[in-house]
Structures are given as structure tokens and as C-alpha cells.
């Protein structure tokens, strides 16, 4: 249907009478209206909902449907609701007109009419109609604007307790319009009593002497809802004399909940529900104030959880969030209502005890917070010990602002830490000395590169393989002046803290890359190099471009490259940082994971990164020759980093029994003071220039081949033995003991045992089967006399033993034995397997 405005209005006439019809064109089209014709009631439905007429003229008397009947229809219909339908009834029909006005007329004329005059009544009708509809328009828009923005208006009238109120009031309160008054009253009823005096007053105050007012009050709705509304209101006035009072009324609640949550979000840990930082801030300064006061002291206790890494990382996120959830439960148990426990992220927790009345207090509930920390976690299926270190300041001892009070506590929780964990410090003054120390530090740090002050050192890495150095690490130095050289332990923290290490890290990636590529030109052409990346750099850098800039600019093949990462950069940012692994791959360099180990990396979650060396951290190679767990861990590693096909590096390596360890478990390569300090510049280049390099026999596939353990009580066999064989260059392990026996084979690469058959402790035979449990791969002889021959033969069926060497033997008979014996061990070793002690 049309609705658009026309130029010339249109008229329906609906008569059944054609000179009727007849007489209204002609009266009408003359004044510039366009006359359209129905004859019957149907027909003039039908005609409206085609030509959407601007008026009707509707006779009421028709056969058929009569023009009652047609009118209420039109009026039901689209469009119909608002149009101005004349209705023509016979001369003093006062029953007709009155239906008509029943059916939603909305005027009447009466027939014989003055046909001229019919122009003027109906543009009057339409000017009404206009004025009427725009009226209609206008409401509509309130209503609806009313409706969305939450607002409702009322006026009242002096003297009349009844006023308006607009649909969104009724709709605000949940009143029924045609139920409830429309008065002050009926909306002071729904006012909470609590809220009613400061309403009531402020409507005084506006009705008596026109005080304008704007408050915030409640209202309960008859569901029993609460809402809060703004009321803003004000006095119309003439010449002192009030006319009216008006306002608005607006239903602020989502508006309400929303700031609060916002507010709420603001300031709480959405983990925890605790305070964060900003309300901790908030709080540190009441308590501060409250003690100063007072004359009191106040406690700041800085407080994470020992490991929680391990927790996260080995058990999952979930049981991580979980853990910290349970720790905010329980360190809230640990204190009174008064306190303040928040937490500033990860697993650091703050704790302030306000209103102290002796310092000493807060060490007693220090040492209540790791007390409480003895009893069991229960997440889900697991069951976690963990423990708390605590550091504690003291208002105003430590210090007399918030920010320092968590310095001084933070600096007392390193104590803790040093001190073991699992305790609580308090700080003391040293400490402070430390915090300046730091200032320091961050001063120079900031210098030291313009001022050429860093350095990298070089370590050499060395093929277990070969015994050849095919790489570097470049460790970085801080040349100090002044104080001398510093270790990147003390200064790379704070570079990272600072955001200093960005700058930092981009140098050592580009003297690093030079240093390597002048190497290469010097005729060390497949040395590589590796370097440091640390998390902040993959972070706040887009790593992959810049390793593409400053290979293109070194002219360095990015095969010669290998970037460190440790487990915590992997574990900041998984997916992005996966997807930069990848693309660094792409351009074609190599990624190693640096001090694997430390972190708490699992086999599955490693898979997802593209690594292709592993170095296992220092901390396990110390303890491969002294620990069981220590030497199992790595072993573990080793093969583990084998099935992935990555390569194995142990750091830190630094005795004759660490390699030897490494070599029978077959590491790839090794680093540390064992072959090499990292070294300045003109040291490494000495190191190159002279070729330095591990022995063969200190190399695993070299030296599993020519070393001899001898077993024997007798030392004149022992001396003996030792002759012969060392006359041949073979590298020889003697013991008169059993269990010795056993201890040298966890640290040599041995290939060939020779066991007397007659021991004391227990028969030959029987370390010959242990050794065949453990080291599959080493061929077993058993020196005997013809006294134990059924024993020997039985093993040697059993296959315990491979061969059998007579007493007194016979020297080139047993030389030729151990050439054949070393041959079948190279066999065995490549057909034996690591065995992995964790599958
Ligand atoms: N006890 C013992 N230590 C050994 C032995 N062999 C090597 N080391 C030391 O172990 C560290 C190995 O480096 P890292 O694990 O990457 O650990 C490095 C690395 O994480 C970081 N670092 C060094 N240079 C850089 C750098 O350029 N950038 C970044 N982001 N970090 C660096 O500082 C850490 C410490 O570096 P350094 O003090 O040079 O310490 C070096 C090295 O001197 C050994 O046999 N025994």
C-alpha cells in the first residue's frame, strides 16, 4: 500500500447510489482533489486497501454491507486505524449518527447536503487529521524514546493530587496506569522507608518554594523487585506562583550494577575475587593512615607459593587456578576480617595487617599463613603439598608508603627464598642496601650500551660424536668500569624488568652473527652459534623479522644460528609463540630449549613446539654421578629428546665421570668447564686456532669401544691383565669388587667385562647376569679354571656369559678373544636401545 504523501488528496466515496457518487466528483474534483468511487461496502475495503485514500465519504445505508459494518472493518485493517471517514446519513438521523460514531466515525454529514460546501469540510477534516496523526507521531517517539532511555515524566498541577504520568512511569514502577493513581503518594508507596524522608523532603521543598531537585532513591515494584531511580524534577512559575511541577524518572539500575561490576572488575582478581593491585593500594593507604593515627604499626607481607610452576605446568591450568583459588581460601582463614589478603598476579599474594599494636604480631601470623600451608591441597583427583615463602615489612619501620612497604617485603621474600623457602622472613635494613644496589644497577644498565660497556663470551660446545667443537654460546658480560666484569645473572633480571633487554638482546644477536660469520671466513666454515632469547624479546619483539634483518645483514646462513628459548618463554604465550617457533624455522634457523628440566615441561606439551636441540640443565648433570634420581632424569631426557629426533646437549658439564655418563647414555654433545670456561673473544679464537678437541676415547662411540673393565679378587691377575691389555692401547677399569664393579659401569662406556669366575662376595656368574640385566649390550667374558667348568658352561648356555678365557691364559689367544669381543659389542650396541626408565 501507498503511504507517501500525495500532492492532490485523494477521496473514497463508498455509496451505492451513482448520483451521489456523481454530485461528490463534481463537487470535489473542481477544488483539486482526485475522486475515486466504490459502490458497494466490499468494493470500498477493497478500493482503500488499494489507493490508500487520504479521506473516505462512507454512505450507511448499502445493500449488503452497510457502512457500520465497513467502517469498523477499515479501521481494523492497516492504515485504517487514523483515517478520517465522513460518514453520509439520512437528515436527523440521530440513531444512525450515533452508531456511526460506535463503528469509529469521525464526523457525519447528512444527505440532501450543501454539495459546495463539501471542499471546506472535508480539508478541514484533513487538516485535523494531519495534525492529529503528526500529535500521534510525536507520542509515539516519546513513548519510544522513553522506553530506551528508561525515562518516564510526571507533572502535577497545584491543588490536584492526581497528575500525569507518562507510560514509562507505570511501566518504571510496575503499576498498572489504569489501576493506580497518578499521584505523589501512590509513588512514595513503592519508596523503601529508608529512601522515603530525603524523597518527601526534596518534594516539599519543590512545591513550596521551587527548589529544583536531583536525587537517587529505591523503589520496590509489586513483583517485589528493587530498582534505583533518578528523579530529577522542577517547578514551573510565573510571577512567584507555582503553574505546575515536572520531572522525569529514570530507572538507573542495570546502569547501577553495570558501574558496580565495572568497579568491582576494577579492583578484584577475577580468580580469586580477592583485591588486586588497585584496591591493595587503596587499602595499604587507610591502613597507613590508621596506623599513623593511631600510633600504631601496620604489616605488609608479600607472600607465592614455592614451585607453583611445577604445579601448573605438570597438572595442568585448570589445577593451577584451582591451587590459587584454595591458596586465597586459605591464607583469607589465616587472618582476621580486618585484614586485607589480594593478590597481584600469577602466584603473588599481598598480605597488610592493619592496626598493629606490636611489630612482632605480624611474624606470628607469618608463620601461621606457612603453617597453614603444611596441610594438603585437595584439587579435583590430586592431592598437592605446596609451600608458601613469605616476606615482611613493617609500617614505618620498612618504610611509610605502600610502594615502599612492598619493596622492603619484597626484598625480605628473596631472604625467605635464600633461606630455603618454605619460611617467612622479615626484612631488615641490609636489605636496603640492596635496593640501592639495584638503583644502581639500573642507572649503568641503561649506559652500558651506548658506552660500549657488554661483551659476549664464548663456550664452546663439543660433539660426543667427534670430539670436535661445532659450536658456540655467546654469553654475554657487562665490562663494568669501575667494578669489573659482571655475570648476566646479575643484570639480564633487570634488563628484562626494565625492558632494557629489547636493545640488549638486539645486539648480542647481531655481534654474535658477525663474530660467527668472520669464523666462517676465518676457515672454521661449520662453526655455529647460539644465543639467548629471552621471554620479553619474544613478547615485545617481532623475533622472526628481526633474526631475518640481521641474518641478511651479517650475510650469515641461517643454518649457523640457534636461538635459546627456555621452558618459561614457551609457557608465557604457547600459541603465538608456537606460531613464531615456526616461522623462525621457516627462515631456517635452529631453536634449542635452554636449562631443560628447571621448568616443568612434559613430553606432550614439548611436541607442540618445533625444537630441535634440548639442553638439559646443569642442576641434573651435577647430580648424574651422585644421584639416582639425577642420572635416571637425564637418561629420561636423553632418550625422550631422541624419539622426538632432537638433539641432546647436557650444560654445565664438568668431570671425567659426568662425560663418561654421557657418553654410555649417549648424549650428542656436551657444554661446560669439563672441556672449556666460555671464553673472551681472543681466547676462543685460540681455542679454534688450535684445533682443541675431546680425546677419542672420551667420546662415546670411540671410547665404549676400547674400554675394558676387569674384575677380579686376585690383584696379580688384575696387574697382569692390565699389562697385556694397556700394551694394546686399550682403556682399562679394574676392580677386586663386585659392587665397585657395578659403580664403574654407571660411569664408563664400557664395552668388554672380564669377571673371574671364583669371587668371594658372590660367584662371577651371577654379576655377569646383573651386567647382562643392565647393559645388554656389553660383552660378558668369565676367566675361570677347568674347577668351575659346569657352572661356566651353564651360563654360557644360559647367555650369561659369551665366552669362557681359561686360567692361566694365553696372551694372543685372549688379545684376539677381546678384537672379536669389541666387534660383537658395536653390533650389540646398535642393535640395544637406551632403555627409557620412565616408559
Ligand atoms: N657451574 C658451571 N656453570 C657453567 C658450566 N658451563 C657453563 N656454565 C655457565 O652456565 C651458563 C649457561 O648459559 P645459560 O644456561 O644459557 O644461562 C645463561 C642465560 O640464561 C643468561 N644469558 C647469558 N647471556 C645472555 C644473553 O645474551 N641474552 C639473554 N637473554 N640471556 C643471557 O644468563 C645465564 C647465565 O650465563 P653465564 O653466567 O654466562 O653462565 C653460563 C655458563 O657460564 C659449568 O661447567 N659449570
Same mark, same amino acid.
Request: aromatic content about 6%; hydrophobic content about 40%; glycine content about 6%.
Given at each position: 500500500?501507498?503511504?507517501?504523501?500525495?500532492?492532490?488528496?485523494?477521496?473514497?466515496?463508498?455509496? +451505492?447510489?451513482?448520483?451521489?457518487?456523481?454530485?461528490?466528483?463534481?463537487?470535489?474534483?473542481?477544488?483539486?482533489?482526485?475522486?475515486?468511487?466504490?459502490?458497494?461496502?466490499?468494493?470500498?475495503?477493497?478500493?482503500?486497501?488499494?489507493?490508500?485514500?487520504?479521506?473516505?465519504?462512507?454512505?450507511?445505508?448499502?445493500?449488503?454491507?452497510?457502512?457500520?459494518?465497513?467502517?469498523? !472493518?477499515?479501521?481494523?485493517?492497516?492504515?485504517?486505524?487514523?483515517?478520517?471517514?465522513?460518514?453520509?446519513?439520512? &437528515?436527523? +438521523?440521530?440513531?444512525?449518527?450515533?452508531?456511526?460514531?460506535?463503528?469509529?466515525?469521525?464526523?457525519?454529514?447528512?444527505?440532501?447536503?450543501?454539495?459546495? #460546501?463539501?471542499?471546506?469540510?472535508?480539508?478541514?477534516?484533513?487538516?485535523?487529521?494531519? *495534525?492529529?496523526?503528526?500529535? /500521534?507521531?510525536?507520542?509515539?517517539?516519546?513513548?519510544?524514546?522513553?522506553?530506551?532511555?528508561?525515562?518516564?515524566?510526571?507533572?502535577?498541577?497545584?491543588?490536584?493530587?492526581?497528575?500525569?504520568?507518562?507510560?514509562?512511569?507505570?511501566? @518504571?514502577?510496575?503499576?498498572?496506569?489504569?489501576?493506580?493513581?497518578?499521584?505523589?503518594?501512590?509513588?512514595?508507596?513503592?519508596?523503601?522507608?529508608?529512601?522515603?524522608?530525603?524523597?518527601?523532603?526534596?518534594?516539599?521543598?519543590?512545591? *513550596?518554594?521551587?527548589?529544583?531537585?536531583?536525587?537517587?532513591?529505591?523503589?520496590?515494584?509489586? +513483583?517485589?523487585?528493587?530498582?534505583?531511580?533518578?528523579?530529577?524534577?522542577?517547578?514551573? !512559575?510565573?510571577?512567584?506562583?507555582?503553574?505546575?511541577?515536572?520531572?522525569?524518572?529514570? +530507572?538507573?539500575?542495570?546502569?547501577?550494577?553495570?558501574?558496580?561490576?565495572?568497579?568491582? #572488575?576494577?579492583?578484584?582478581?577475577?580468580?580469586?575475587?580477592?583485591?588486586?593491585?588497585?584496591?591493595?593500594?587503596?587499602?595499604?593507604?587507610?591502613?597507613?593512615?590508621?596506623?599513623?593515627?593511631?600510633?600504631?604499626?601496620?604489616?605488609?607481607?608479600?607472600?607465592?607459593?614455592?614451585?607453583?610452576?611445577?604445579?601448573?605446568?605438570?597438572?595442568?591450568?585448570?589445577?593451577?587456578?584451582?591451587?590459587?583459588?584454595?591458596?586465597?581460601?586459605?591464607?583469607?582463614?589465616?587472618?582476621?576480617?580486618?585484614?586485607?589478603?589480594?593478590?597481584?598476579?600469577?602466584?603473588?599474594?599481598?598480605? @597488610?595487617?592493619?592496626?598493629?599494636?606490636?611489630?612482632?604480631?605480624?611474624?606470628?601470623?607469618?608463620?601461621?599463613?606457612? *603453617?597453614?600451608? &603444611?596441610?594438603?591441597?585437595?584439587?579435583?583427583?590430586?592431592?598437592?603439598?605446596?609451600?608458601?615463602?613469605?616476606?615482611?615489612?613493617?609500617?614505618?619501620?620498612?618504610?611509610?608508603?605502600? %610502594?615502599?612497604?612492598?619493596?622492603?617485603?619484597?626484598?625480605?621474600?628473596?631472604?625467605?627464598?635464600?633461606?630455603?623457602?618454605?619460611?617467612?622472613?622479615?626484612?631488615?635494613?641490609?636489605?636496603?642496601?640492596?635496593?640501592?644496589?639495584?638503583?644502581?644497577?639500573?642507572?649503568?644498565?641503561?649506559?652500558?650500551?651506548?658506552?660500549?660497556?657488554?661483551?659476549?663470551?664464548?663456550?664452546?660446545?663439543?660433539?660426543?660424536?667427534?670430539?670436535?667443537?661445532?659450536?658456540?654460546?655467546?654469553?654475554?658480560?657487562?665490562?663494568?668500569?669501575?667494578?669489573?666484569?659482571?655475570?648476566?645473572?646479575?643484570?639480564? $633480571?633487570?634488563?628484562?624488568?626494565?625492558?632494557?633487554?629489547?636493545?640488549?638482546?638486539?645486539?648480542?644477536?647481531?655481534?654474535?652473527?658477525?663474530?660467527?660469520?668472520?669464523?666462517?671466513?676465518?676457515?672454521?666454515?661449520?662453526?655455529?652459534?647460539?644465543?639467548?632469547?629471552?621471554?620479553?624479546?619474544?613478547?615485545?619483539?617481532?623475533?622472526?623479522?628481526?633474526?631475518?634483518?640481521?641474518? /641478511?645483514?651479517?650475510? #650469515?646462513?641461517?643454518?649457523?644460528?640457534?636461538?635459546?628459548?627456555?621452558?618459561?618463554?614457551?609457557?608465557?604465550?604457547?600459541?603465538?609463540?608456537?606460531?613464531?617457533?615456526?616461522?623462525?624455522?621457516?627462515?631456517?634457523?635452529?631453536?634449542?630449549?635452554? %636449562?631443560?628440566?628447571?621448568?616443568?615441561?612434559?613430553?606432550?606439551?614439548?611436541?607442540?613446539?618445533?625444537?630441535?636441540?634440548?639442553?638439559?640443565?646443569?642442576?641434573?648433570?651435577?647430580?648424574?654421578?651422585?644421584?639416582?634420581?639425577?642420572?635416571?632424569?637425564?637418561?629420561?631426557?636423553?632418550?625422550?629428546?631422541?624419539?622426538?629426533?632432537?638433539?641432546?646437549?647436557?650444560?654445565?658439564?664438568?668431570?671425567?665421570?659426568?662425560?663418561?655418563?654421557? &657418553?654410555? &647414555?649417549?648424549?650428542?654433545?656436551?657444554?661446560?668447564?669439563?672441556?672449556?670456561?666460555?671464553?673472551?673473544?681472543?681466547?676462543?679464537?685460540?681455542?679454534?686456532?688450535?684445533?682443541?678437541?675431546? $680425546?677419542?676415547?672420551?667420546?662415546?662411540?670411540?671410547?665404549?669401544?676400547?674400554?675394558?673393565?676387569?674384575?677380579?679378587?686376585?690383584?696379580?691377575?688384575?696387574?697382569?691383565?692390565?699389562?697385556?691389555?694397556?700394551?694394546?692401547?686399550?682403556?682399562?677399569?679394574?676392580?677386586?669388587?663386585?659392587?665397585?664393579?657395578?659403580?664403574?659401569?654407571?660411569?664408563?662406556?664400557?664395552?668388554?667385562?672380564?669377571?673371574?669366575?671364583?669371587?668371594?662376595?658372590?660367584?662371577?656368574?651371577?654379576?655377569?647376569?646383573?651386567?647382562?640385566?643392565?647393559?645388554?649390550?656389553?660383552?660378558?667374558?668369565?676367566?675361570?679354571?677347568?674347577?668351575?667348568?659346569?657352572?661356566?658352561?651353564?651360563?654360557?648356555?644360559?647367555?650369561?656369559?659369551?665366552?669362557?678365557?681359561?686360567?692361566?691364559?694365553?696372551?694372543?689367544?685372549?688379545?684376539?678373544?677381546?678384537?672379536?669381543?669389541?666387534?660383537?659389542?658395536?653390533?650389540?650396541?646398535?642393535?640395544?636401545?637406551?632403555?627409557?626408565?620412565?616408559?
Amino acid at each position: 500500500m501507498n503511504a507517501t504523501p500525495k500532492e492532490n488528496k485523494t477521496v473514497l466515496i463508498v455509496d +451505492d447510489d451513482a448520483m451521489t457518487r456523481v454530485l461528490v466528483v463534481e463537487a470535489l474534483e473542481p477544488e483539486g482533489f482526485v475522486v475515486e468511487e466504490a459502490d458497494s461496502g466490499a468494493r470500498g475495503i477493497e478500493m482503500f486497501q488499494q489507493i490508500c485514500p487520504d479521506i473516505i465519504l462512507l454512505d450507511v445505508s448499502m445493500p449488503g454491507m452497510d457502512g457500520f459494518e465497513c467502517c469498523r !472493518r477499515i479501521r481494523s485493517l492497516p492504515y485504517g486505524e487514523r483515517l478520517p471517514i465522513v460518514v453520509l446519513t439520512g &437528515n436527523d +438521523d440521530d440513531d444512525s449518527i450515533t452508531r456511526a460514531f460506535e463503528s469509529g466515525a469521525t464526523d457525519f454529514a447528512s444527505k440532501p447536503m450543501r454539495w459546495k #460546501l463539501l471542499g471546506h469540510r472535508v480539508r478541514y477534516l484533513l487538516r485535523a487529521s494531519e *495534525t492529529l496523526e503528526s500529535l /500521534a507521531r510525536s507520542e509515539a517517539s516519546l513513548k519510544y524514546a522513553q522506553e530506551l532511555a528508561h525515562v518516564g515524566n510526571w507533572e502535577y498541577q497545584p491543588g490536584n493530587p492526581d497528575g500525569y504520568w507518562s507510560p514509562e512511569v507505570y511501566r @518504571i514502577l510496575g503499576l498498572d496506569a489504569k489501576k493506580s493513581p497518578s499521584s505523589f503518594e501512590s509513588l512514595m508507596q513503592r519508596v523503601p522507608e529508608d529512601d522515603q524522608p530525603q524523597l518527601l523532603q526534596s518534594f516539599i521543598n519543590l512545591r *513550596t518554594e521551587g527548589t529544583s531537585y536531583q536525587i537517587e532513591h529505591r523503589i520496590t515494584r509489586p +513483583d517485589g523487585a528493587e530498582q534505583i531511580i533518578f528523579q530529577q524534577a522542577e517547578a514551573v !512559575r510565573e510571577q512567584g506562583r507555582t503553574l505546575a511541577l515536572r520531572g522525569t524518572l529514570q +530507572d538507573i539500575t542495570e546502569r547501577k550494577k553495570n558501574e558496580a561490576k565495572i568497579e568491582y #572488575l576494577v579492583n578484584h582478581d577475577a580468580l580469586t575475587d580477592l583485591p588486586n593491585r588497585n584496591l591493595l593500594s587503596v587499602r595499604m593507604s587507610q591502613a597507613i593512615e590508621q596506623a599513623h593515627r593511631g600510633g600504631q604499626h601496620m604489616a605488609v607481607m608479600v607472600l607465592d607459593l614455592d614451585r607453583f610452576k611445577f604445579v601448573n605446568d605438570s597438572f595442568g591450568h585448570h589445577i593451577g587456578d584451582s591451587l590459587l583459588k584454595a591458596v586465597a581460601a586459605r591464607l583469607k582463614a589465616a587472618v582476621r576480617d580486618g585484614d586485607t589478603v589480594a593478590r597481584l598476579g600469577g602466584d603473588e599474594f599481598v598480605v @597488610i595487617l592493619p592496626g598493629l599494636t606490636a611489630p612482632e604480631n605480624a611474624m606470628i601470623v607469618a608463620a601461621k599463613i606457612v *603453617t597453614s600451608f &603444611n596441610e594438603m591441597f585437595a584439587l579435583g583427583d590430586h592431592e598437592l603439598h605446596v609451600t608458601t615463602s613469605v616476606g615482611v615489612s613493617i609500617y614505618p619501620e620498612d618504610g611509610i608508603n605502600g %610502594d615502599t612497604l612492598l619493596k622492603t617485603a619484597d626484598a625480605a621474600l628473596y631472604a625467605a627464598k635464600d633461606k630455603g623457602r618454605n619460611c617467612a622472613h622479615c626484612y631488615t635494613a641490609e636489605m636496603g642496601v640492596q635496593i640501592e644496589e639495584q638503583a644502581d644497577l639500573e642507572k649503568g644498565l641503561h649506559q652500558a650500551l651506548l658506552r660500549k660497556e657488554l661483551e659476549l663470551h664464548y663456550q664452546p660446545k663439543v660433539s660426543l660424536k667427534s670430539g670436535q667443537v661445532y659450536g658456540v654460546e655467546a654469553l654475554i658480560r657487562w665490562r663494568r668500569p669501575g667494578i669489573g666484569l659482571i655475570p648476566p645473572d646479575s643484570f639480564i $633480571p633487570l634488563a628484562e624488568e626494565t625492558g632494557l633487554i629489547i636493545p640488549i638482546g638486539e645486539w648480542v644477536l647481531r655481534n654474535a652473527c658477525a663474530q660467527v660469520k668472520a669464523w666462517h671466513i676465518a676457515g672454521y666454515k661449520d662453526l655455529t652459534i647460539a644465543v639467548n632469547v629471552s621471554a620479553l624479546q619474544f613478547r615485545q619483539q617481532n623475533i622472526p623479522e628481526l633474526v631475518r634483518n640481521v641474518l /641478511a645483514d651479517s650475510k #650469515l646462513e641461517p643454518k649457523y644460528l640457534e636461538l635459546e628459548l627456555t621452558e618459561s618463554v614457551l609457557m608465557q604465550d604457547p600459541e603465538t609463540i608456537a606460531l613464531a617457533m615456526r616461522e623462525l624455522k621457516e627462515i631456517g634457523v635452529r631453536l634449542s630449549l635452554d %636449562d631443560f628440566g628447571t621448568g616443568y615441561s612434559s613430553l606432550s606439551y614439548l611436541k607442540q613446539f618445533p625444537i630441535d636441540v634440548v639442553k638439559i640443565d646443569q642442576s641434573f648433570i651435577r647430580d648424574v654421578t651422585s644421584s639416582i634420581n639425577g642420572a635416571s632424569l637425564t637418561k629420561s631426557i636423553i632418550s625422550m629428546a631422541e624419539s622426538l629426533h632432537m638433539t641432546t646437549v647436557a650444560e654445565g658439564v664438568e668431570t671425567e665421570e659426568q662425560l663418561g655418563f654421557l &657418553n654410555i &647414555n649417549r648424549c650428542d654433545a656436551i657444554q661446560g668447564y669439563y672441556f672449556s670456561r666460555p671464553l673472551p673473544l681472543n681466547e676462543m679464537v685460540k681455542l679454534l686456532a688450535e684445533k682443541t678437541h675431546l $680425546p677419542s676415547d672420551r667420546c662415546h662411540s670411540e671410547s665404549a669401544k676400547r674400554t675394558v673393565l676387569l674384575v677380579d679378587d686376585d690383584k696379580k691377575t688384575l696387574s697382569a691383565l692390565k699389562q697385556l691389555l694397556g700394551r694394546e692401547g686399550y682403556h682399562i677399569l679394574s676392580t677386586t669388587s663386585q659392587q665397585e664393579a657395578l659403580e664403574l659401569l654407571t660411569l664408563h662406556p664400557v664395552g668388554v667385562v672380564i669377571c673371574d669366575a671364583g669371587m668371594p662376595e658372590i660367584p662371577g656368574t651371577e654379576l655377569l647376569l646383573q651386567i647382562k640385566n643392565l647393559y645388554p649390550e656389553i660383552v660378558r667374558l668369565m676367566l675361570s679354571d677347568y674347577t668351575e667348568l659346569q657352572t661356566v658352561t651353564d651360563a654360557i648356555n644360559e647367555g650369561t656369559v659369551h665366552k669362557f678365557l681359561s686360567k692361566p691364559w694365553d696372551d694372543d689367544l685372549l688379545l684376539a678373544q677381546l678384537v672379536e669381543s669389541f666387534q660383537q659389542h658395536e653390533v650389540n650396541a646398535q642393535t640395544t636401545q637406551t632403555p627409557d626408565i620412565r616408559a
